[in-house]
Structures are given as structure tokens and as C-alpha cells.
């Protein structure tokens, strides 16, 4: 059974600092890998996806992330932190064969943006 | 129109009380879903439709009964829930994934329901 792992519940880190939020994932067949972003009280909203392809990926709001297989990692990255980023993050996977539906999520990473 | 939206946002109901939720979207999506998300944790699946059949029901209490009336609605009816079900409920839409393919679910803003 594939799982996820985010290291560090929480993050906080100045306004303009780089923000990195680490995911890894184990998985004999790397899976389909995703961010997602969750406002308080609101629901969660696709940040950026890793499927095939270029192992960098570009999301909305600065946001990219690398996917590097050899050590099972899909960590989050943005050059420059802004207080509007201030979220709770999960890392997510979905198996490239079997159920097609099930998103396996990490337990999340709070970020918190300091002025 | 990318929007699924939820009714009610806010929902308290007794332990011997029939409530529902319900989910709209107008996107085409044939796949809906619904989470369970508890306060600080991740989402939780909880059910999944398929172009308005059952496709996948995660062991859920049978205090729970999902419905889909059609491809644009998604109910989610509580019957004689317990305090530990107090939760957001989310729901989500997608179109059907098949094979290798993969189609981004869109979430909805959530259901906050307390039991007492």
C-alpha cells in the first residue's frame, strides 16, 4: 500500500523567504503525485500535478514543485512567500494502475507567513 | 462554470435528527465524491459515484446514505449520526478517471456539521 509523507505539521517562515514544504511518497511504481492548498473554511483547490513528463512542474500562485524519483520526493517550493499563502498544505498520490478514484492524502503542513 | 457548491455551510443536528447535504456542480463531471474531514487532519474518502451509480463506498456507517439524483447533484442524508461524526464535509466532482488517465477533482467550499 502506497503512502505519504509530509515532514514537518507546521512551517513558518518571513514574508519574502522561500517557502519549501517536503512530500514523500512510497510506492513500488511511482504514483501520480498533486498539491493541494486548503484556506480556513474553505475547500481544498489543486495547486499543481505531476503525471508524466517534465519532472519540474509549474502551479498557480508562484508555486512549482520536482518531482525526483530516485529519492521518492515531490517537495513544494516558492521563491518568495507572501502572506496571502498562509494555508494548510497536502501532498497527495493516486496509483497509476488499479483504483482510479482514491486520492492517498499526506497528513498536511501548516504554513504560516510572518510580516 | 468550475464551481461545486455546497448547501448548507453550516449544519447542527441532535442525534435523533434527519438531515441532509447536498452538492450541485455544472461542470459535466459524471464522477462525484464525497470526504469526511476531521479538524486538522486530511480528507477522508467516503464515497464515489460514477455516472450516478455506487462506485465506491470506503466501509461508511450506514447512518450515512449518499444519493444521485442525477449527474449535476450529490446528497449526502444523516440520519441518527453521533457527536464523533461532527466534521467538514466535502464534496468534489471530476470527470470519470479510466486507465492511466487522470482528471482533477474540484472541491467544494464544505459542509461544517456538529452533532450534539
Known amino acids: 500500500a502506497q503512502s505519504v509523507t509530509q515532514l514537518g505539521s507546521h512551517v513558518s517562515v518571513s514574508e519574502g523567504a522561500l517557502v519549501l514544504l517536503r512530500c514523500n511518497y512510497s510506492s513500488s511504481v511511482p504514483p501520480y503525485l498533486f498539491w493541494y492548498v486548503q484556506y480556513p473554511n474553505q475547500g481544498l483547490q489543486l495547486l499543481l500535478k505531476y503525471t508524466t513528463g517534465a519532472t519540474l512542474v509549474k502551479g498557480i500562485n508562484g508555486f512549482e514543485a520536482e518531482f525526483k524519483k530516485s529519492e521518492t520526493s515531490f517537495h513544494l517550493t516558492k521563491p518568495s512567500a507572501h502572506m496571502s499563502d498562509a494555508a494548510e498544505y497536502f501532498c497527495a498520490v493516486r496509483p497509476r494502475v488499479g483504483s482510479n478514484y482514491k486520492l492517498t492524502f499526506g497528513k498536511g503542513t501548516l504554513l504560516t507567513v510572518n510580516p | 462554470d468550475t464551481e461545486v457548491t455546497q448547501t448548507p455551510k453550516h449544519l447542527v443536528m441532535g442525534m435523533t435528527n434527519k438531515k441532509s447535504l447536498k452538492c450541485e456542480q455544472h461542470?459535466?463531471?459524471?464522477?462525484m465524491y464525497w470526504y469526511k474531514q476531521k479538524a486538522k487532519k486530511p480528507p477522508e474518502l467516503m464515497f464515489v459515484y460514477s455516472y450516478e451509480k455506487l462506485s465506491i463506498n470506503e466501509s461508511v456507517p450506514s447512518r450515512f446514505s449518499p444519493e444521485c439524483p442525477n449527474s449535476s447533484l450529490l446528497n449526502l442524508h444523516l440520519h441518527a449520526l453521533q457527536p464523533e461524526d461532527s466534521a467538514l464535509y466535502l464534496c468534489?466532482?471530476?470527470?470519470?478517471?479510466?486507465?492511466?488517465?487522470?482528471?482533477?477533482?474540484?472541491f467544494g467550499p464544505g459542509t461544517r456539521l456538529t452533532v450534539l
Open positions: 461542470m459535466g463531471h459524471r464522477a
Open positions: 468534489a466532482s471530476s470527470q470519470p478517471t479510466r486507465g492511466r488517465a487522470y482528471n482533477e477533482q474540484f
